[in-house]
């Protein structure tokens, strides 16, 4: 049975200034989150989040809590310049905690919607991780898909974070290209899965795109498709 003492002595060590110790709280955590014991774990975050007066979401045994110290604990990793598996660690523990949080099968019934305290948060470190640290890309546009789809979340969303998120996976999506005319699998994977998130993004918009936001969007599709000409892969009539 988790108890709230067992989540603070969790996020206390992955807030340590100290990689070693945030390492192994990393691994306890994902003990919590994975097998016969996730369900208690996350069941007792749900009920205390749901409990949560609004502005002490940021402390205790809550959802919001976590995973604020999880996004640090990554933020503490890329600093270091970590490389290895280490380093991927929290970045994928931080994805596996948004998708705990999110199952209804995890949760108290009668009660969703459990990160919209710390959504805006979540897409700016997103877009923050994405840019400056391309490798995390595997884990993370997983979680800007799932939060994207969720009204309430994509709501929250500042539209300067969206609309750089938009413009950085276009040029994710043109440079992917080059993939496509390889026989890298991996690569072409990659330039997929970018595909799919644009694809997801230009969905699910936070609100009416600007007029700002066309233009960036009509210029992202023109330097796709300039650079799909450019590869031989459409000819003009």
Not at 104 to 114: I, N, W, Y
Not at 124 to 148: G, M, T
Request: aromatic residues 8%.
């Amino acid at each position: 049975m988790a108890t709230a003492r067992d989540v603070e002595e969790v996020v206390q060590k992955l807030a340590s200034d100290r990689a070693r110790p945030r390492d192994v709280r990393v691994k306890l955590l994902g003990t919590w989150l994975q097998g016969d014991r996730a369900p208690t774990f996350c069941r007792l975050l749900a009920r205390n989040t749901a409990r949560a007066k609004p502005g002490h979401l940021a402390s205790g045994a809550t959802w919001p809590f976590l995973i604020t110290a999880l996004a640090k604990c990554v933020l503490a990793d890329i600093a270091a310049k970590r490389r290895g598996a280490t380093r991927s660690a929290a970045a994928g523990m931080l994805r596996a905690a948004v998708r705990c949080a999110e199952d209804a099968r995890l949760s108290v019934a009668g009660h969703s919607l459990l990160l919209v305290s710390v959504a805006k948060q979540l897409f700016s470190h997103i877009l923050e991780v994405i840019k400056d640290a391309p490798s995390f890309q595997l884990e993370y546009s997983p979680i800007l898909r799932q939060l994207l789809t969720v009204k309430e979340y994509r709501y929250q969303m500042k539209p300067r974070t969206y609309s750089n998120l938009v413009v950085l996976y276009m040029k994710k999506v043109a440079t992917g290209f080059d993939a496509n005319f390889s026989n890298q699998a991996s690569s072409k994977e990659e330039s997929f899965r970018c595909t799919w998130t644009l694809h997801v993004l230009l969905e699910n918009p936070p609100g009416d795109y600007p007029d700002t936001m066309r233009e960036e969007v009509l210029n992202g599709f023109c330097a796709i498709f300039s650079h799909i000409r450019r590869q031989g892969g459409w000819k003009a009539d």
